[in-house]
């Protein structure tokens, strides 16, 4: 029987452990170390303890990462409350969607945030607070509004003689399947699943990281947190393993475009990067590809006596534009292009390619870059099973599924989906199709689920869209489609109202035209349609009279 301790113990255990080293960074901004973030936490306590809050109630997290964030999603968790984390991209709608739906007490907002979401459409929210200082947005509890506007005093009454490590105690779950957070896959109301994550899956993620990346880590060492913390990749690989093993973790604070990577990357020299494929790729082919692609370099890998040192040369001004001081560069969350991973994999470059599921909190599979093999995904990560669902799973696909302490607790509201992903046998059925060689290295050969991946790893549901699109002028049914980094829309029109109105075919496109913008104004960017082309046809049916998707996509 697998021994799981209470992972806010971990916690507490790492701040006092860690009392005077650096925790937190909001790059070119404030530092936070260990004592610095129990502070805070503690200040978050009270306010929650006068604005009503009890254990098990919900609180929800929607900003860009910061250090504030960071504490305020460790004191939600630390409190014996619920974390809800809520991507920042989501539309007003959508924020408001998942803090109803979840229940939430209380909501914490980022600048951008506050300026959009309406407090009215939230009825039960007790209190908004705003992330970077904790001031209040909106309170609908004087004790709250009193604890804010005293909590420095509080604070002190609290604790009279300064506040020291032996006051770091925190609450203890019941059970290691007790829920400690719930991560929404979507925003919109029907297609929301709210995924409950227990503190097992918390603690075997990191506890998976200790073993396979805790040697390499000490204490102090630096990493920067590039994907959102409200995606449990980020949260699991990006924060919560490395504040536990006392590392100081760098947030950029603002859009991670890749001038600003590459130059953090070189201020920050992180230990250990964890990416979506597009940052690599976008790094690779403005920083890298330019120099090795010219006649002159050709020429030079085309002689095998030279070309291993060429190769070597090529390797080291990858690594420098990685910062040069990484164990190895983890990469999943989305398809990798492969004439990139083709390069790094010709270079030598100290590379990995993981798999998981917000399901698993996240990691299914991963291999260490010495033993990763070019293509796969790795395999089954420490603590979890995973079989493909095929006779022959070597040669013939089939679903993916894993059996494990990463495994969540099923869908918040939502029981019939919650049967349809986890068996009586407790497998998770992930819906992606894959094979698996004589080595166990997982290979994923596309998705049986309708769900897109879009470049940066998030979660695209074409159906979400496509109800949208439906409801508007002269739109009879739609398909939306990925195509590269592009998603398109099909539209089959109302070709007979168009007609009993005069409207010709460049009418008809400027509709269309005028429907994608409507449309995509109601969207977050990475849901953004690029174009709707017209179908001429009535798109073919099942019995059931879903629209065969496997006859559109490109």
Known sequence: MLEIPSFNELIEKSIIDHWDQDALTDYKGITLQYHDVARKIEKLHIMFENGGVEKGDKIALCGRNSASWACAFLATITYGAIAVPILHEFTADQIHNIVNHSEAKFLFVGDIVATEID????????????????????????????????????????????????????????????????????GTTGFSKGVMLPYRALWSNADFAQHVLGPELKPGDNVISILPMAH?????????????????????????????????????????????????????????????????????????????????????????????????????????????????????????????????APIICYADYATFKKGSCGRAALHQQVKIMSTDPVNVPGEILTKGPNVMLGYYKNEEATQE????????????????????????????????????????????????????????????????????????????????????????????EHNREELNAQLPAYCKLSAINIHEEEFEKTPKKSIKRFLYTQ
């Open 119 to 186: 407090g009215t459409k939230m009825p039960n929210l007790k209190g908004i607070i705003y992330i970077p200082d904790y001031s209040l947005v909106l309170s609908r509890s004087e004790k709250l509004t009193y604890a804010r506007e005293h909590l420095n005093e509080m604070f002190g009454q609290k604790y009279p003689k300064y506040f020291r490590k032996e006051h770091v105690v925190y609450y203890r779950e019941k059970s290691p399947d007790e829920l400690a957070l719930i991560n929404y896959t979507s």
């Open 232 to 360: 449990m990749y980020g949260m699991s690989f990006e924060f919560i393993f490395e504040f536990l093993k006392g590392c100081h973790v760098f947030y950029l604070t603002r859009v991670p475009s890749p001038a600003i990577i590459a130059q953090a990357f070189a201020d920050i020299k992180p230990r250990i990067i964890i990416s979506v494929p597009l940052i690599i790729e976008k790094i690779i082919k403005k920083k890298v590809l330019p120099k090795v692609q010219n006649h002159k370099m050709r020429l030079l890998l085309n002689m095998p006596v030279i070309s291993k040192k060429v190769n070597e040369k090529i390797c080291e001004q990858v690594s420098e534009a990685f910062g040069n001081n990484f164990y190895e560069v983890i990469i999943g969350g989305a398809a990798f292009n492969q004439e990139v991973e083709d390069f790094l994999h010709k270079i030598n470059f100290r590379y990995t390619v993981g798999y998981g599921a917000t399901e698993c």
């Open 421 to 512: 992903a986890i068996d009586s046998d407790g497998w998770f059925h992930t819906g992606d199709l894959g094979t698996m060689d004589e080595e166990g290295n997982v290979f994923i050969k596309g998705r049986s689920k309708n769900m897109l991946l879009g470049s940066n790893g998030q979660n695209i549901y074409p159906e979400e869209i496509e109800d949208k699109l439906n409801s508007m002028t002269l739109v009879t049914e739609s398909v939306v489609i990925q195509d590269g980094d592009k998603l398109i829309g099909l539209v089959y029109p109302d070709f007979e109202e168009a007609q009993a109105m005069g409207f010709n075919d460049t009418d008809l496109a400027n509709i269309m």
